[in-house]
């Protein structure tokens, strides 16, 4: 097949909408599912998983799961199961990050962590993770558990990573890159691969998708982190700033902490210490960051991995859901402005 | 076949050096598949499991799984990483146990949450857990996935529970043998269960070795949480009186509270709501424990499920691997004295 080249788009008004209303009916039923399988006779189980699930997000991964599905035109029904499977691995996750960085806030609300304390928000995690592999072992494929069990895996690491490299500003781009690879990408990536696992399509087809939700994945998070310092916590939904207290070293600080003087170096030292933590510490950090175009050189880096998501699924047929692939790419970067 | 009796024998010096020296073999392999997996290039995560993997711990659930095997004659070396698979499980949750708590000591050291924190040991639990269905997806029975991944679960779900019944003196015994059968004997009967999976018996060998775990399972954290009323931390290898200061309602404590007069329940509604916690108080409960013979009755309540551990392998064979699953029993009893 003839492959049509897409330029990502700067300006360009992206928005989720196409894949939305790509997946809508099939989303249902993956809601159906998480609703379903998050019940326990504990209530305080979905009681503090309802804060979080209910309380929105995009799902954007279970989304992923069934918009590459959709381009693949599977016509059953396993990756509902397997893509409430993905969304309780990234629930579990969120509830255990927020207990590791403490977090006020998350998708615009308190933290669950905070309402219902650190130790159900990590049982839950748990609770969460467990029924994850239970959702894979009813769908029975061990070629879909092996990629979700790995990516777990993955993911674990690189949290550790990133605690081990918090407040360690001789951190490079290159570690940086490979810590966002592990606890954002790998589980983007996953969650896209398994499509083409149900959809029993070859290994060439694995790995475009394997590509393009990795790809999406690192461009997300790396706009994720330039808006902690570029946006207030209306867009973002979870505390402006955050980042910048808890000493995570993220690509705005390491391109302004590369580019800077010997004083900028000495106040990034200071701040990622833990020292420099007030509100004009952060502005002062914001205007560092913008003097050296931090931002828009991580957007920059952004929409170079959201080039290579793009052109991994260029050999696929043009249609809704490749429209739909490509605008979530356009819009994980253009949601920074 | 015809089953002999075993009654269970107090008094008797139950060790589980027979069932150390049956596996010892197997054991060998089970420890190194621990060493190689629970490697990773983040050299956080062995250090940190490393502490508490190569910090002792009897390793009771794999060597159940392995004794089990024996008991079968089951002739493969599949249960090797199977048994490591459940000590990760075991490993994970400890870690997670630990942040929960807010303990000092496990298995004698100081616990890895103080050393390296509580962020680090929630993502290193996450780590093994993931770690544990990458070993299961190797080995690649669904069976087993299934039966691994539902127990995950009911634990999560168990220790949930115990959180929510935590500094409530309304919970029935029959809720805490719920907490309990949950959270400790669910595992148990998972290790033992898997032993009958991959030497291929039918479900009545399943269903009896799953019995004799999970009663095995609720007579060891019967015993366990006795101990901690009446023992010094270096038998425990943990705090002594951690249950009393975190407000953890366990046999003793229903037991004593239900037998005390109007004075007694008022302190021990005091001490349960943490308004009760120095080294008089926890002196004065222990008392009130031994006034009301609550100790020696959890204990007898544990020789109960003891007994029906040992009955549920009445129909296998005897042997070395029978008699070392009885002195399990027995040793797993006969520790509180």
Same mark, same amino acid.
């Given at each position: 097949?003839?492959?049509?080249?897409?330029?990502?788009?700067?300006?360009?008004?992206?928005?989720?909408?196409?894949?939305?209303?790509?997946?809508?009916?099939?989303?249902?039923?993956?809601?159906?599912?998480?609703?379903?399988?998050?019940?326990?006779?504990?209530?305080?189980?979905?009681?503090?998983?309802?804060?979080?699930?209910?309380?929105?997000?995009?799902?954007?991964?279970?989304?992923?799961?069934?918009?590459?599905?959709?381009?693949?035109?599977?016509?059953?029904?396993?990756?509902?199961?397997?893509?409430?499977?993905?969304?309780?691995?990234?629930?579990?996750?969120?509830?255990?990050?927020?207990?590791?960085?403490?977090?006020?806030?998350?998708?615009?609300?308190?933290?669950?962590?905070?309402?219902?304390?650190?130790?159900?928000?990590?049982?839950?995690?748990?609770?969460?993770?467990?029924?994850?592999?239970?959702?894979?072992?009813?769908?029975?494929?061990?070629?879909?558990?092996?990629?979700?069990?790995?990516?777990?895996?993955?993911?674990?690491?690189?949290?550790?990573?990133?605690?081990?490299?918090?407040?360690?500003?001789?951190?490079?781009?290159?570690?940086?890159?490979?810590?966002?690879? *592990?606890?954002?990408? #790998?589980?983007? =990536?996953?969650?896209?691969? +398994?499509? %083409? !696992?149900?959809?029993?399509? /070859?290994? $060439?087809?694995?790995?475009?998708?394997?590509?393009?939700?990795?790809?999406?994945?690192?461009?997300?998070?790396?706009?994720?982190?330039?808006?902690?310092?570029?946006?207030?916590?209306?867009?973002?939904?979870?505390?402006?700033?955050?980042?910048?207290?808890?000493?995570?070293?993220?690509?705005?600080?390491?391109?302004?902490?590369?580019?800077?003087?010997?004083?900028?170096?000495?106040?990034?030292?200071?701040?990622?210490?833990?020292?420099?933590?007030?509100?004009?510490?952060?502005?002062?950090?914001?205007?560092?960051?913008?003097?050296?175009?931090?931002?828009?050189?991580?957007?920059?880096?952004?929409?170079?991995?959201?080039?290579?998501?793009?052109?991994?699924? *260029?050999?696929?047929? #043009?249609?809704? =859901?490749?429209?739909?692939? +490509?605008? %979530? !790419?356009?819009?994980?970067? /253009?949601? $920074?402005?």
């Amino acid at each position: 097949m003839a492959a049509t080249i897409h330029p990502l788009k700067p300006g360009h008004a992206a928005s989720l909408e196409p894949m939305m209303a790509l997946v809508a009916g099939d989303m249902n039923r993956v809601n159906s599912v998480i609703l379903d399988r998050m019940q326990s006779d504990i209530p305080l189980i979905p009681e503090l998983a309802g804060h979080l699930i209910a309380g929105g997000g995009k799902r954007l991964r279970p989304m992923l799961t069934l918009a590459c599905a959709a381009l693949l035109d599977y016509p059953g029904d396993r990756h509902h199961k397997l893509a409430a499977a993905v969304e309780f691995i990234h629930t579990a996750t969120l509830l255990h990050d927020d207990v590791v960085d403490g977090s006020d806030m998350r998708r615009g609300k308190t933290a669950a962590n905070l309402i219902f304390g650190n130790p159900a928000a990590v049982l839950v995690g748990d609770f969460l993770f467990s029924r994850s592999f239970e959702l894979m072992v009813e769908d029975g494929s061990l070629k879909v558990l092996k990629i979700l069990s790995h990516a777990s895996a993955v993911i674990a690491e690189g949290e550790v990573d990133q605690l081990t490299a918090q407040r360690q500003l001789a951190t490079s781009e290159e570690h940086y890159l490979g810590i966002i690879g *592990a606890k954002t990408a #790998a589980l983007f =990536a996953a969650a896209c691969r +398994i499509a %083409a !696992v149900v959809a029993e399509r /070859d290994s $060439a087809v694995e790995e475009a998708l394997d590509r393009y939700g990795r790809n999406l994945g690192v461009a997300f998070q790396l706009v994720d982190d330039a808006i902690d310092y570029a946006s207030d916590s209306e867009v973002m939904g979870k505390g402006v700033g955050d980042d910048f207290r808890d000493g995570k070293i993220t690509l705005p600080v390491i391109l302004a902490f590369a580019r800077g003087d010997g004083d900028e170096q000495h106040f990034w030292r200071e701040a990622m210490a833990g020292r420099r933590v007030s509100d004009a510490d952060l502005a002062h950090a914001t205007k560092l960051i913008e003097r050296h175009d931090a931002i828009s050189d991580s957007i920059a880096r952004a929409r170079h991995y959201g080039q290579r998501a793009i052109d991994a699924i *260029a050999p696929f047929p #043009a249609g809704p =859901a490749k429209s739909a692939l +490509i605008e %979530a !790419v356009e819009f994980a970067i /253009d949601r $920074a402005y």
